[in-house]
T-cell receptor, first 109, second 115 residues
């Protein structure tokens, strides 16, 4: 059974600092891994999708890496802004979809 | 990007009534849609996988007679919470997959409050 863990559960940083969010998964038989952002009381917004054959994906200030052999993915957010405050979820897609518990991020002005 | 619309965004109902939530993929055909519920400060819990034209596959512990899912077309799936009770109050979110192993797109969620 796939288990997805996100560490830390919460993170508070001053504006401008880089963010590093970690996601680990136990079953490497995935066909993709996706990072999402969720604002309070809202649905999820897709940030980056990494196919199993890829090592990383980049979009603007966001960069996500994937290492299937070690069961890890990392989301980097450069030069954080208060608007980046949200909960970030990673999801591993194999036979089933499995979400991590999320990392709540607070970027202080 | 692809858009998934969910309706209603908020619903309040009396205990014992049934509530229907719709999930539509607006600009793509979704052969598979997923339904989740989320309790406060917790992650998403997958409830069921909905495949167009066939019965939904429910996750362990989810009552299929309580949470009726219908995926009648490639762009619409519905979740009906039957005989709702206060413990069913939650945030329900749907998602749709673009392609067999493509990106997931999520609806905005529906907050159900059962009085």
């Amino acid at each position: 059974k796939q288990e997805v863990t996100q560490i830390p559960a919460a993170l508070s940083v001053p504006e401008g600092e880089n963010l590093v969010l970690n996601c680990s998964f136990t079953d490497s038989a995935i066909y993709n891994l996706q990072w999402f952002r969720q604002d309070p009381g809202k649905g999820l917004t897709s940030l980056l999708l990494i196919q199993s054959s890829q090592r990383e994906q980049t979009s603007g200030r966001l960069n996500a890496s994937l290492d299937k052999s070690s069961g890890r993915s990392t989301l980097y957010i450069a030069a954080s802004q208060p608007g980046d405050s949200a909960t970030y979820l990673c999801e591993a897609a194999g036979n089933k979809l499995t979400f991590g518990g999320g990392t709540r991020v607070l970027v202080k002005p | 990007g692809a858009v998934v619309s969910q309706h209603p965004s908020r619903v309040i109902c009396k205990s014992g009534t049934s509530v229907k939530i719709e999930c539509r993929s607006l600009d793509f055909q979704a052969t598979t849609m997923f339904w989740y519920r989320q309790f406060p400060k917790q992650s998403l819990m997958l409830m069921a996988t909905s495949n167009e034209g066939s019965k939904a596959t429910y996750e362990q512990g989810v009552e299929k007679d309580k949470f009726l899912i219908n995926h009648a077309s490639l762009t619409l799936s519905t979740l009906t919470v039957t005989s709702a009770h206060p413990e069913d109050s939650s945030f329900y979110i749907c998602s749709a997959r673009q392609g067999a192993d493509g990106e997931l797109f999520f609806g905005e969620g529906s907050r159900l409050t059962v009085l």
